[in-house]
Protein backbone atom coordinates (compact mmCIF):
# COMPACT_ATOMS: atom_id res chain seq x y z
CA UNK A 1 0.00 0.00 0.00
CA UNK A 2 1.27 3.58 -0.58
CA UNK A 3 2.06 5.84 1.63
CA UNK A 4 -0.67 7.90 1.23
CA UNK A 5 -3.46 5.10 1.87
CA UNK A 6 -1.57 4.05 4.63
CA UNK A 7 -1.93 7.09 6.51
CA UNK A 8 -5.51 8.23 4.94
CA UNK A 9 -8.43 8.06 6.89
CA UNK A 10 -12.11 8.25 4.94
CA UNK A 11 -15.01 9.99 6.65
CA UNK A 12 -18.69 9.73 5.81
CA UNK A 13 -20.72 12.41 6.89
CA UNK A 14 -20.06 15.73 7.95
CA UNK A 15 -22.25 16.31 11.03
CA UNK A 16 -20.96 16.50 14.76
CA UNK A 17 -19.43 12.76 14.56
CA UNK A 18 -17.66 13.01 11.60
CA UNK A 19 -16.23 16.75 12.20
CA UNK A 20 -15.27 16.00 15.48
CA UNK A 21 -13.43 12.42 13.84
CA UNK A 22 -11.44 14.24 10.65
CA UNK A 23 -10.28 16.66 13.30
CA UNK A 24 -9.23 13.98 15.97
CA UNK A 25 -6.88 12.40 13.34
CA UNK A 26 -5.49 15.32 12.02
CA UNK A 27 -4.58 16.18 15.02
CA UNK A 28 -2.98 13.13 15.27
CA UNK A 29 -0.72 13.55 11.94
CA UNK A 30 -3.41 11.39 9.69
CA UNK A 31 -4.62 12.64 6.12
CA UNK A 32 -8.79 12.91 6.58
CA UNK A 33 -10.75 13.00 3.31
CA UNK A 34 -14.15 13.63 4.47
CA UNK A 35 -17.07 13.16 2.35
CA UNK A 36 -20.66 14.67 3.06
CA UNK A 37 -23.73 13.58 0.05
CA UNK A 38 -25.37 17.07 1.25
CA UNK A 39 -24.55 19.69 -1.24
CA UNK A 40 -24.55 22.06 1.45
CA UNK A 41 -24.23 21.37 4.98
CA UNK A 42 -26.96 22.20 7.17
CA UNK A 43 -27.20 21.53 10.65
CA UNK A 44 -30.15 19.14 11.49
CA UNK A 45 -32.27 19.79 14.70
CA UNK A 46 -32.11 23.09 17.18
CA UNK A 47 -30.70 23.42 20.57
CA UNK A 48 -28.12 21.22 21.93
CA UNK A 49 -26.53 19.91 25.53
CA UNK A 50 -23.11 19.18 25.43
CA UNK A 51 -21.73 18.39 28.91
CA UNK A 52 -18.43 18.52 30.37
CA UNK A 53 -17.59 15.10 28.97
CA UNK A 54 -18.02 16.50 25.31
CA UNK A 55 -16.74 20.28 25.95
CA UNK A 56 -13.32 18.31 27.66
CA UNK A 57 -12.24 17.27 24.40
CA UNK A 58 -14.15 19.95 22.03
CA UNK A 59 -11.64 21.84 24.31
CA UNK A 60 -8.47 19.50 23.04
CA UNK A 61 -9.49 19.76 19.45
CA UNK A 62 -9.62 23.73 19.39
CA UNK A 63 -12.90 23.45 18.88
CA UNK A 64 -14.41 24.91 22.30
CA UNK A 65 -13.09 29.05 21.62
CA UNK A 66 -14.56 29.47 18.77
CA UNK A 67 -18.42 28.03 20.38
CA UNK A 68 -18.29 29.69 23.50
CA UNK A 69 -19.04 33.50 22.13
CA UNK A 70 -22.40 31.54 20.76
CA UNK A 71 -23.06 29.39 23.40
CA UNK A 72 -24.95 29.72 27.02
CA UNK A 73 -23.64 28.04 30.53
CA UNK A 74 -26.88 27.27 32.14
CA UNK A 75 -26.80 27.60 35.55
CA UNK A 76 -28.56 24.52 36.64
CA UNK A 77 -30.83 21.82 35.36
CA UNK A 78 -33.86 21.88 37.02
CA UNK A 79 -37.31 19.39 37.11
CA UNK A 80 -40.65 20.53 37.16
CA UNK A 81 -44.08 19.57 37.88
CA UNK A 82 -45.81 20.48 34.31
CA UNK A 83 -49.23 20.33 36.38
CA UNK A 84 -47.91 22.49 39.01
CA UNK A 85 -44.96 23.90 38.10
CA UNK A 86 -43.42 23.43 41.27
CA UNK A 87 -39.51 23.12 41.45
CA UNK A 88 -38.94 19.66 42.12
CA UNK A 89 -34.94 19.05 42.05
CA UNK A 90 -31.96 21.52 41.05
CA UNK A 91 -28.59 20.70 40.45
CA UNK A 92 -25.85 23.38 39.81
CA UNK A 93 -24.34 23.59 36.82
CA UNK A 94 -22.44 26.86 35.71
CA UNK A 95 -18.82 27.38 37.64
CA UNK A 96 -20.13 24.76 40.12
CA UNK A 97 -19.80 22.51 37.06
CA UNK A 98 -16.09 23.86 35.78
CA UNK A 99 -15.12 23.16 39.66
CA UNK A 100 -16.17 19.47 39.39
CA UNK A 101 -15.30 18.56 36.20
CA UNK A 102 -12.91 20.79 35.15
CA UNK A 103 -15.33 21.51 31.99
CA UNK A 104 -18.48 24.06 30.90
CA UNK A 105 -21.82 22.66 30.75
CA UNK A 106 -23.13 24.41 27.50
CA UNK A 107 -26.52 24.54 26.12
CA UNK A 108 -26.35 25.86 21.83
CA UNK A 109 -27.55 25.98 18.75
CA UNK A 110 -26.82 22.77 16.62
CA UNK A 111 -25.73 25.15 13.50
CA UNK A 112 -23.46 26.90 16.50
CA UNK A 113 -21.36 23.77 17.16
CA UNK A 114 -21.01 23.14 13.81
CA UNK A 115 -19.61 26.23 12.54
CA UNK A 116 -17.09 26.27 15.17
CA UNK A 117 -16.32 22.59 14.16
CA UNK A 118 -16.34 24.25 10.52
CA UNK A 119 -14.14 27.08 11.44
CA UNK A 120 -11.47 24.74 13.32
CA UNK A 121 -11.34 22.11 10.33
CA UNK A 122 -10.03 25.61 7.90
CA UNK A 123 -7.23 25.80 9.75
CA UNK A 124 -6.28 21.85 8.85
CA UNK A 125 -5.02 21.93 5.45
CA UNK A 126 -4.17 17.84 5.32
CA UNK A 127 -8.42 17.19 5.94
CA UNK A 128 -10.18 17.50 2.34
CA UNK A 129 -13.86 17.72 2.54
CA UNK A 130 -15.83 17.36 -0.26
CA UNK A 131 -19.91 17.77 -0.72
CA UNK A 132 -22.36 16.44 -2.69
CA UNK A 133 -20.44 12.85 -2.58
CA UNK A 134 -22.45 10.07 -1.50
CA UNK A 135 -20.19 6.82 -0.87
CA UNK A 136 -22.30 3.92 -2.38
CA UNK A 137 -19.66 1.51 -2.77
CA UNK A 138 -16.45 -0.16 -0.74
CA UNK A 139 -13.69 -2.87 -1.63
CA UNK A 140 -11.92 -4.28 1.00
CA UNK A 141 -8.54 -5.37 0.54
CA UNK A 142 -6.07 -6.78 2.64
CA UNK A 143 -4.66 -3.50 4.57
CA UNK A 144 -6.64 -1.06 2.99
CA UNK A 145 -10.10 0.36 2.02
CA UNK A 146 -11.76 1.31 -1.00
CA UNK A 147 -14.70 3.71 -0.72
CA UNK A 148 -16.60 4.75 -3.70
CA UNK A 149 -18.27 8.01 -4.22
CA UNK A 150 -20.75 9.33 -6.54
CA UNK A 151 -19.86 13.27 -7.23
CA UNK A 152 -21.74 14.91 -10.27
CA UNK A 153 -22.87 11.64 -11.67
CA UNK A 154 -19.68 10.22 -11.58
CA UNK A 155 -18.05 7.55 -9.67
CA UNK A 156 -14.69 8.55 -7.63
CA UNK A 157 -12.35 6.12 -6.09
CA UNK A 158 -10.52 6.83 -2.50
CA UNK A 159 -8.52 4.64 -0.50
CA UNK A 160 -7.37 4.36 2.94
CA UNK A 161 -6.77 1.96 5.99
CA UNK A 162 -9.76 3.31 7.36
CA UNK A 163 -13.33 3.92 6.44
CA UNK A 164 -15.72 5.68 9.21
CA UNK A 165 -19.40 5.67 8.79
CA UNK A 166 -20.01 8.69 10.58
CA UNK A 167 -23.30 8.94 8.49
CA UNK A 168 -26.36 8.86 11.11
CA UNK A 169 -29.15 6.88 12.03
CA UNK A 170 -30.16 5.72 8.39
CA UNK A 171 -26.23 5.13 7.71
CA UNK A 172 -25.19 3.33 4.38
CA UNK A 173 -21.82 2.69 5.78
CA UNK A 174 -23.17 0.46 8.45
CA UNK A 175 -24.96 -1.66 5.72
CA UNK A 176 -22.05 -1.55 3.39
CA UNK A 177 -20.09 -3.06 6.53
CA UNK A 178 -22.78 -5.47 6.80
CA UNK A 179 -22.57 -6.73 3.35
CA UNK A 180 -18.86 -6.52 3.94
CA UNK A 181 -18.89 -8.77 6.52
CA UNK A 182 -21.13 -11.21 4.71
CA UNK A 183 -18.75 -11.45 1.56
CA UNK A 184 -20.10 -8.58 -0.40
CA UNK A 185 -17.86 -7.58 -2.95
CA UNK A 186 -18.78 -3.68 -3.93
CA UNK A 187 -22.00 -2.47 -4.39
CA UNK A 188 -22.64 -6.10 -5.39
CA UNK A 189 -26.28 -6.39 -4.21
CA UNK A 190 -27.60 -3.38 -6.74
CA UNK A 191 -24.91 -5.05 -9.67
CA UNK A 192 -27.08 -8.17 -9.15
CA UNK A 193 -30.66 -7.07 -8.62
CA UNK A 194 -30.49 -8.84 -5.22
CA UNK A 195 -30.76 -7.59 -1.66
CA UNK A 196 -27.72 -7.09 0.67
CA UNK A 197 -28.13 -7.73 4.83
CA UNK A 198 -30.16 -5.52 6.54
CA UNK A 199 -28.92 -3.49 9.40
CA UNK A 200 -31.20 -0.75 9.38
CA UNK A 201 -33.12 1.47 12.41
CA UNK A 202 -36.10 1.16 14.08
CA UNK A 203 -38.54 3.48 15.12
CA UNK A 204 -38.65 4.15 18.99
CA UNK A 205 -42.32 5.17 19.36
CA UNK A 206 -41.57 8.15 19.85
CA UNK A 207 -41.88 11.93 18.69
CA UNK A 208 -39.52 14.80 19.52
CA UNK A 209 -41.59 18.22 19.25
CA UNK A 210 -39.20 20.75 18.02
CA UNK A 211 -39.09 24.58 18.15
CA UNK A 212 -37.17 27.68 18.19
CA UNK A 213 -38.31 30.81 19.73
CA UNK A 214 -36.49 34.57 20.06
CA UNK A 215 -36.43 35.52 23.62
CA UNK A 216 -38.08 38.96 23.22
CA UNK A 217 -41.12 37.33 21.28
CA UNK A 218 -44.88 36.65 22.77
CA UNK A 219 -43.51 32.49 23.36
CA UNK A 220 -40.36 34.03 25.02
CA UNK A 221 -41.99 35.73 27.29
CA UNK A 222 -44.40 32.85 27.61
CA UNK A 223 -41.11 30.62 28.68
CA UNK A 224 -39.47 33.32 31.36
CA UNK A 225 -43.16 33.43 33.11
CA UNK A 226 -42.84 29.25 33.46
CA UNK A 227 -38.74 28.82 34.10
CA UNK A 228 -35.82 30.24 34.56
CA UNK A 229 -34.31 32.15 31.61
CA UNK A 230 -30.60 30.77 32.52
CA UNK A 231 -31.47 27.34 32.99
CA UNK A 232 -31.99 24.03 31.74
CA UNK A 233 -35.50 22.91 32.27
CA UNK A 234 -37.34 19.52 32.26
CA UNK A 235 -41.16 19.86 32.70
CA UNK A 236 -42.74 16.18 33.82
CA UNK A 237 -45.89 15.02 33.20
CA UNK A 238 -47.36 11.06 32.83
CA UNK A 239 -47.91 12.03 28.90
CA UNK A 240 -44.66 13.88 28.08
CA UNK A 241 -41.69 15.67 29.00
CA UNK A 242 -40.73 18.88 27.87
CA UNK A 243 -36.79 20.30 27.65
CA UNK A 244 -36.25 24.18 27.36
CA UNK A 245 -33.25 25.90 27.77
CA UNK A 246 -31.33 29.11 26.07
CA UNK A 247 -29.45 29.21 22.73
CA UNK A 248 -27.75 31.55 20.72
CA UNK A 249 -25.90 33.41 23.48
CA UNK A 250 -29.17 33.57 25.10
CA UNK A 251 -31.76 35.78 22.31
CA UNK A 252 -33.49 32.29 21.71
CA UNK A 253 -35.16 29.73 23.40
CA UNK A 254 -34.42 25.99 22.49
CA UNK A 255 -37.99 23.91 23.52
CA UNK A 256 -38.25 20.45 22.39
CA UNK A 257 -41.47 17.96 24.13
CA UNK A 258 -41.27 14.47 23.75
CA UNK A 259 -44.40 12.55 23.15
CA UNK A 260 -45.56 8.91 22.00
CA UNK A 261 -46.50 8.61 18.06
CA UNK A 262 -46.62 7.11 15.23
CA UNK A 263 -43.74 6.43 12.57
CA UNK A 264 -43.16 9.15 9.42
CA UNK A 265 -41.65 8.57 6.51
CA UNK A 266 -37.77 8.33 6.67
CA UNK A 267 -36.29 11.48 7.68
CA UNK A 268 -35.37 13.91 10.05
CA UNK A 269 -38.52 15.47 10.25
CA UNK A 270 -41.99 15.55 9.17
CA UNK A 271 -45.42 16.65 9.80
CA UNK A 272 -47.84 15.21 12.22
CA UNK A 273 -51.06 16.48 13.73
CA UNK A 274 -50.16 18.79 16.45
CA UNK A 275 -53.35 17.40 18.22
CA UNK A 276 -50.73 14.38 19.33
CA UNK A 277 -48.94 17.25 21.21
CA UNK A 278 -52.14 19.08 22.84
CA UNK A 279 -53.39 16.10 23.99
CA UNK A 280 -50.82 14.95 25.83
CA UNK A 281 -50.07 18.01 27.56
CA UNK A 282 -53.85 17.79 29.22
CA UNK A 283 -53.72 18.18 32.76
CA UNK A 284 -50.49 20.65 32.15
CA UNK A 285 -50.53 24.19 34.02
CA UNK A 286 -52.26 26.91 31.92
CA UNK A 287 -48.74 28.59 31.46
CA UNK A 288 -47.21 25.51 29.85
CA UNK A 289 -50.15 25.40 27.41
CA UNK A 290 -50.13 28.75 26.31
CA UNK A 291 -46.04 28.38 25.86
CA UNK A 292 -46.57 25.54 23.81
CA UNK A 293 -49.21 27.19 21.88
CA UNK A 294 -47.22 30.72 21.53
CA UNK A 295 -44.38 28.72 20.48
CA UNK A 296 -45.67 26.93 17.10
CA UNK A 297 -45.28 25.33 14.71
CA UNK A 298 -43.93 22.30 15.73
CA UNK A 299 -41.98 20.36 13.80
CA UNK A 300 -41.94 16.94 14.67
CA UNK A 301 -39.00 14.45 14.72
CA UNK A 302 -39.47 10.27 15.00
CA UNK A 303 -37.22 9.11 17.17
CA UNK A 304 -34.71 5.94 15.72
CA UNK A 305 -32.62 4.16 17.40
CA UNK A 306 -30.01 1.93 16.30
CA UNK A 307 -29.43 -2.54 17.73
CA UNK A 308 -26.32 -1.79 19.72
CA UNK A 309 -25.71 -5.36 19.28
CA UNK A 310 -24.71 -5.65 15.61
CA UNK A 311 -20.85 -4.90 15.12
CA UNK A 312 -19.53 -1.31 14.78
CA UNK A 313 -16.41 -2.30 13.57
CA UNK A 314 -15.59 -4.79 10.71
CA UNK A 315 -11.80 -6.65 9.80
CA UNK A 316 -12.06 -4.71 6.40
CA UNK A 317 -11.33 -1.86 8.00
CA UNK A 318 -14.76 -0.09 8.68
CA UNK A 319 -15.78 1.41 11.71
CA UNK A 320 -18.73 3.21 12.67
CA UNK A 321 -19.36 5.89 15.07
CA UNK A 322 -22.13 8.24 17.04
CA UNK A 323 -25.64 7.25 15.27
CA UNK A 324 -24.63 4.94 12.85
CA UNK A 325 -23.56 2.94 15.62
CA UNK A 326 -25.69 3.48 18.38
CA UNK A 327 -28.46 5.81 17.84
CA UNK A 328 -30.50 5.83 21.03
CA UNK A 329 -33.57 7.81 22.91
CA UNK A 330 -32.36 11.34 23.35
CA UNK A 331 -33.72 10.98 27.37
CA UNK A 332 -29.97 11.17 28.64
CA UNK A 333 -29.12 14.37 26.59
CA UNK A 334 -25.90 12.47 25.53
CA UNK A 335 -26.12 11.83 21.50
CA UNK A 336 -23.56 14.85 20.12
CA UNK A 337 -21.48 13.78 23.30
CA UNK A 338 -21.22 10.01 22.65
CA UNK A 339 -20.29 10.61 18.88
CA UNK A 340 -17.72 13.18 19.91
CA UNK A 341 -16.17 10.41 22.75
CA UNK A 342 -15.98 7.99 19.89
CA UNK A 343 -14.72 10.21 17.53
CA UNK A 344 -11.55 11.25 19.85
CA UNK A 345 -10.89 7.43 21.43
CA UNK A 346 -11.15 6.24 18.07
CA UNK A 347 -8.30 8.14 17.03
CA UNK A 348 -6.51 7.81 20.08
CA UNK A 349 -6.18 4.02 19.69
CA UNK A 350 -6.02 4.01 16.10
CA UNK A 351 -2.42 6.26 16.69
CA UNK A 352 -1.41 4.11 19.93
CA UNK A 353 -1.46 1.50 17.39
CA UNK A 354 0.08 2.41 13.91
CA UNK A 355 1.17 -1.01 13.03
CA UNK A 356 -2.15 -2.89 13.65
CA UNK A 357 -4.88 -0.78 12.83
CA UNK A 358 -7.42 -4.21 12.93
CA UNK A 359 -6.71 -4.62 16.63
CA UNK A 360 -7.42 -1.20 17.33
CA UNK A 361 -10.46 -1.29 16.02
CA UNK A 362 -11.06 -4.31 17.91
CA UNK A 363 -10.31 -2.92 21.45
CA UNK A 364 -12.18 0.26 20.47
CA UNK A 365 -15.47 -1.49 20.01
CA UNK A 366 -14.71 -3.49 22.86
CA UNK A 367 -14.25 -0.22 25.06
CA UNK A 368 -16.85 1.71 23.74
CA UNK A 369 -19.49 -0.55 24.06
CA UNK A 370 -19.99 -0.58 27.88
CA UNK A 371 -20.37 2.89 28.37
CA UNK A 372 -22.91 3.37 25.38
CA UNK A 373 -24.85 1.16 27.11
CA UNK A 374 -24.49 2.20 30.43
CA UNK A 375 -25.44 6.11 29.04
CA UNK A 376 -28.66 3.90 26.97
CA UNK A 377 -29.67 2.32 30.18
CA UNK A 378 -29.72 6.00 31.88
CA UNK A 379 -31.86 7.29 29.03
CA UNK A 380 -34.36 4.65 29.55
CA UNK A 381 -34.69 4.84 33.11
CA UNK A 382 -34.94 8.64 33.00
CA UNK A 383 -38.09 8.42 30.71
CA UNK A 384 -39.49 6.34 33.00
CA UNK A 385 -39.16 8.79 36.21
CA UNK A 386 -39.90 11.57 33.99
CA UNK A 387 -43.17 10.11 32.64
CA UNK A 388 -44.46 8.39 36.33
CA UNK A 389 -47.90 8.77 37.00
CA UNK A 390 -49.48 7.77 40.21
CA UNK A 391 -47.85 6.78 43.71
CA UNK A 392 -44.70 6.20 41.36
CA UNK A 393 -44.71 9.80 40.52
CA UNK A 394 -45.49 10.53 44.32
CA UNK A 395 -42.29 8.19 45.36
CA UNK A 396 -40.38 9.72 42.55
CA UNK A 397 -40.78 13.34 44.01
CA UNK A 398 -40.03 12.27 47.23
CA UNK A 399 -36.69 10.78 46.09
CA UNK A 400 -35.82 13.87 44.75
CA UNK A 401 -36.76 16.41 47.49
CA UNK A 402 -34.21 14.72 49.88
CA UNK A 403 -31.37 14.28 46.95
CA UNK A 404 -29.39 17.13 47.82
CA UNK A 405 -27.77 18.89 44.99
CA UNK A 406 -24.40 18.12 45.42
CA UNK A 407 -25.66 14.31 45.32
CA UNK A 408 -27.45 14.64 42.21
CA UNK A 409 -23.84 16.01 40.85
CA UNK A 410 -22.39 13.10 42.20
CA UNK A 411 -24.80 10.67 40.67
CA UNK A 412 -23.49 12.01 37.20
CA UNK A 413 -19.66 11.77 38.34
CA UNK A 414 -19.25 8.72 36.47
CA UNK A 415 -20.55 10.41 32.74
CA UNK A 416 -19.53 14.03 33.41
CA UNK A 417 -16.22 13.40 34.30
CA UNK A 418 -15.07 10.99 32.05
CA UNK A 419 -11.94 12.16 30.14
CA UNK A 420 -11.10 10.75 26.64
CA UNK A 421 -7.43 9.89 27.49
CA UNK A 422 -7.98 7.73 30.05
CA UNK A 423 -10.12 5.51 28.23
CA UNK A 424 -7.40 5.11 25.70
CA UNK A 425 -5.06 4.73 27.99
CA UNK A 426 -6.84 1.46 29.67
CA UNK A 427 -7.56 0.60 26.30
Known sequence: MDDTRSRQVLIAGAGIAGLTAALAFSERGYLVRLFEQAEHLEAAGAGIQLSPNATRILRQ?????????????????????????????????????????????????????????????????????????????????????????????????????????????????????????????????????????????????????????????????????????????????????????????????NLVAFTAGETMAEGWSGRADPEILAGAMRGTAAALVRLAEDAGPWTAWPIHTVDQRQPWTTSAGIALIGDAAHAMTPFAAQGAAMAIEDAATLAGLVAASPADPATALVAWEKMRRPRVAKVARRGAFNRLAWHASGPVAVARNLFLRLRSPEKLAADLDWLYGWRASEAVDQG
Not at 63 to 82: K, N, W
Not at 196 to 215: C, I, K, M, Q
Open 61 to 253: LGVLERLLPAAVRPEAVVLSDAATLRELARMPLGEAAERRWQAPYLVAHRADLQGALMARLADRPDISLVTGARVGGVVPGPHHVTAMAEIAGNTVEAGGFLLIGADGVWSKIRDLGASARNGWARNESARNGTSAPNASSRFSGELAWRTTVRADSAAGEAFAAVAAADCVTTFLHPGFHMVAYPVSHGSAF
